[in-house]
């Protein structure tokens, strides 16, 4: 089973802050990789497919990058509905998610 | 637009079935799509338990295999997964990913099931 794990397990942003989270894989995923945003009481939402490609009508802020083992989701200007879960999944080899990464109000 | 929502029991015993079913709505459940269900728990995070095809092609988690059916039916499609235990309770939510990726793009809001006598 691929693992994947996140970090840092909570941050703490300011508004308008950048903000950088990383999902690392336990063996190379090429750019399988999909980044979900969670908001409590919800279902995951998705926001980056093939490492790098927004959904339509996510706001460009959001950002993924990355392949083999090292991803990255970057939100440029932290915004209010931004504070959420973000999790990574990879579908290199069957699925699997990350353990998430909470961003939190400083 | 593609929408999904789960129902079933809230309630399920040790050792029995939980079955859930997803109703699709908004876009034929024939039309070239794969249909997922996963599960969140506080314990294990998110977990892909398995998938069927518009044709009925299945692909399951190898962790689930033995005791996991999902099949398809009119407009909905069904999880069965048989001999739970308490680690199986846990928000389960219904799931659709296209052709073109393995990321998933619409999700139901999901149905608490919880395993317990």
């Known amino acids: ?106 | 637009q593609a929408q999904l929502q789960e129902s079933g029991p809230g309630l399920v015993k040790p050792s029995g079935t939980l079955s859930l079913t997803c109703v699709v709505s908004g876009v034929s459940i024939s039309s070239p799509n794969w249909w997922n269900w996963v599960r969140q728990s506080p314990g294990a995070g998110l977990e892909w338990i398995g998938e069927v095809s518009h044709i009925g092609t299945n692909n399951y988690n190898p962790s689930f295999r033995s005791r996991v059916t999902i099949s398809l039916d009119t407009n909905q499609f069904s999880l069965k997964l048989s001999f739970v235990t308490a680690a199986d309770t846990a928000v389960y939510y219904c799931a659709r990913r296209t052709m073109s990726t393995y990321a998933m793009d619409v999700w139901g809001q999901g149905t608490t099931v919880t395993v317990s006598s």
């Open chain 1, 1 to 106: 089973e691929i693992v994947m794990t996140q970090s840092p397990a909570t941050l703490s942003v300011s508004p308008g802050e950048r903000v950088t989270l990383s999902c690392r894989a336990s063996q190379s995923i090429n750019s399988n990789l999909a980044w979900y945003q969670q908001k409590p009481g919800q279902a995951p939402r998705l926001l980056i497919y093939d490492a790098s490609t927004r959904t339509a009508g996510l706001p460009a802020r959001f950002s993924g990058s990355g392949s083999g083992t090292e991803f990255t989701l970057t939100i440029s200007s932290l915004q209010s509905e931004d504070f959420a879960v973000y999790y990574c999944q990879q579908y290199s080899i069957w699925r699997t998610f990350g353990q998430g990464t909470k961003v939190e109000i400083k």
